[in-house]
Nanobody
């Protein structure tokens, strides 16, 4: 099992920036990819950004050019740099570790973009 702990959420004004962190521990050797997902009130959870074990990344169209996913050299912490935030980015952001056929979720961190 992999334990995932997110941090860095909070309240930010439109146009501002936040950096989320996801610290992984446990059976991290089997991780194929890690990703950030988000769920806004009344909406389904959606993929925001993913980084694979070899460093490839992909993003949701809605965040391309504004968000950047990265990780530390030890591959135990994944970051999501969020710039030019919009009110529609407001959601609980979850970290996800793919260890196919298993997977792990963090408990989430709330991001609120508002004046």
């Amino acid at each position: 099992q992999v334990q995932l702990v997110e941090s860095g959420g909070g309240l930010v004004q439109p146009g501002g920036s936040l950096r989320l962190s996801c610290a992984a521990s446990g059976s991290i050797a089997g991780i194929i990819s890690m990703s950030w997902h988000r769920q806004a009130p009344g909406k389904q959870r959606e993929l925001v950004a993913r980084i694979t074990s070899d460093g490839n990344t992909n993003y949701a169209d809605s965040v391309k050019g504004r968000f950047t996913i990265s990780r530390d050299n030890g591959k135990t912490t994944v970051y999501l740099q969020m710039n030019s935030l919009k009110p529609e980015d407001t959601a609980v952001y979850y970290c996800y570790a793919n260890r196919w056929p298993m997977a792990d979720w963090g408990k989430g961190t709330l991001v609120t973009v508002s004046l």
